[in-house]
């Protein structure tokens, strides 16, 4: 044991099975988070975290990150699953942060969760996080009681559809709204709602891409408009309250690409961070060790695009090219890996599209790939069941982080079209930038720091 490791013990007081924190992340701004939860989250030895809850939340943290969401390149998890992780780690001793959107307990299956915590005599603590509701109610201006107006509220949930409430309240809070909007506004028309009462469905709300769309009962149900999830519906009287330009919307939505963003006051900015870091540190170190000699290796593990695109824009790098890989047996899962492989010239030896890593480890079992030393780029956030499922077949695993985490959760979700402005740190940030997004649109305003010469900057933004 470390020394570090024995003072930690002494002043926190950790019994034998560790602790688990049932934390609220709020809904979205990073900043919707308690004191109480950023000091569990900084204490924390693992953190467990769900779809809605920002990366740039959780990359704070120095803890162990795991993804239990439903991303399409990641292991799904189900929430038995979900449930034995906890278990799992807190047995091992560690502080457990286990990270939900909003609050723990509404719409969050935070109950399931202590259920398993208590038959198991683990010890936790419930931290409440700001519910999607309050932080929608509070970023578009729409009170959700109202003196003479709306005297109750009530937040229900839009899903299954066969099981739509339509309570006596004033305000009516629906949550999962996305693929059953229109059942909704029609259970709340059938209870004699008139279809006159005005409703606000509110997409990622407190997030740099809030959208907010109003209409009445009636108008919005013979509206045919795509819902984005996370969204929510509100109905009722106090929507009349609604502006177009709330305080929120009128506020600069800067995209920040790598660096030190000081010139920005965040109190005057919603500040978005992309940070635009490839491999860095110790990992590039290994990376180019890796190329150096890879006899070791009989097999690459591809898993998703971007561990392509980052090992083979590293291999290229280093003055490479894929011939270099002509000795290992190189696997794909996904369909959007076996794409990328192709875009390079490469057709991986075995390529399945898998649900999981339980058929990642079968596509092994099944080829006969015992006993090899697998290489699996990636990025600093490991998958540990396709580690240990390929570890039991015997294999050797390495794996090797070719790009941060925070480059593929904003690559593909970052929305240049609610965005004001965007701050280069560096001219190497508009080439990462560029790799992901080809233009820029016109109305965006471009900034860029001192650290790099305008011919440099103007070269990068000219090359297509
Ligand atoms: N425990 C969460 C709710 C989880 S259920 C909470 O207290 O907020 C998931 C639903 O929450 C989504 O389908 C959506 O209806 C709502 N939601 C969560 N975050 C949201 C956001 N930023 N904007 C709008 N709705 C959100």
């Given at each position: ?5 024995h ?40 953190l ?11 990359d ?25 992780e ?24 935070g ?19 700001i ?47 996305a ?11 059938s ?15 407190t ?25 929510l ?57 890796c ?9 690459v ?13 590293a ?7 894929v ?26 030896d ?14 092994f ?38 790009y ?14 609610f ?44 090359e297509?």
């Open positions: 044991m470390t020394k570090s490791d003072i930690r013990n002494e002043s926190h007081d950790v019994s034998e099975k560790g602790y688990v924190y049932i934390i609220g992340a709020g809904p979205g701004d990073p900043e919707l988070l308690t004191i109480k939860a950023e000091r569990a989250l900084q204490e924390a030895d693992v467990l975290f769900d779809d809605l809850v920002s990366g740039e939340l959780v704070q943290f120095q803890g162990i990150k795991i993804y239990t969401g439903k991303r399409k390149d990641s292991h799904h998890f189900e929430q038995d699953e979900i449930n034995s906890i278990v799992r780690h807190a047995l091992l001793g560690k502080k457990v942060a286990r990270l939900k959107g909003g609050d723990p307990f509404v719409f969050g299956r109950g399931e969760e202590i259920e398993v915590l208590r038959k198991n005599g683990i010890r936790y603590e419930i931290i409440p996080g519910t999607a509701a309050y932080g929608a109610s509070a970023y578009t201006e729409i009170p959700l009681t109202m003196r003479k107006i709306s005297s109750s509220v009530a937040f229900c949930t839009g899903h299954p559809v066969n099981k739509i409430q339509v309570p006596d309240a004033d305000t009516l809070v629906y949550y999962m709204v693929s059953t909007v229109h059942d909704v506004l029609d259970a709340v028309v209870k004699g709602r008139s279809e006159n009462t005005k409703v606000a469905i509110v997409q990622n709300a997030r740099y891409n809030q959208k907010i769309f109003t209409g009445t009962l009636g108008e919005l149900r013979r509206r045919e408009k795509a819902v984005y999830s996370p969204a519906l509100i109905i009722g009287d106090n929507i009349n309250q609604f502006i177009e330009q709330n305080w929120f919307s009128a506020k600069k939505k800067v995209l920040i690409t790598g660096g030190d963003a000081r010139r920005y006051n965040s109190m005057d900015h919603i500040l978005v961070h992309f940070p635009c870091r490839q491999i860095e540190g110790a990992d590039r170190e290994r990376v180019k060790a190329f150096d000699d890879l006899s070791p290796y009989s097999t593990l591809f898993t998703s695009k971007f561990s392509v695109k980052y090992f083979l824009a291999l290229f790098e280093s003055g490479r090219d011939r270099h890989l002509a000795s290992v047996t190189i696997c794909a899962t996904g369909k959007a890996a076996t794409l990328e492989l192709q875009k390079h010239g490469v057709i991986p075995l390529s399945l599209e898998p649900d999981g890593c339980a058929d990642i480890v079968t596509m079992r099944e080829n006969g790939m015992t006993d090899g030393h697998i290489l699996i780029p990636g990025s600093n956030l490991v998958d540990e069941y396709l580690v240990h499922g390929l570890t039991a077949l015997r294999n050797r695993v390495t794996t090797l982080c070719v941060m985490h925070e480059m593929q959760e904003h690559a593909e979700s970052i929305d240049l079209e965005i004001d402005e965007i701050y280069f740190a560096s001219p190497s940030c508009v080439k990462n930038f560029r790799t992901l997004y080809k233009s820029i649109p016109a109305k965006i305003t471009v900034t860029v720091a001192d650290t790099g010469t305008e011919e440099e900057y103007s070269r990068l933004f000219g297509a």
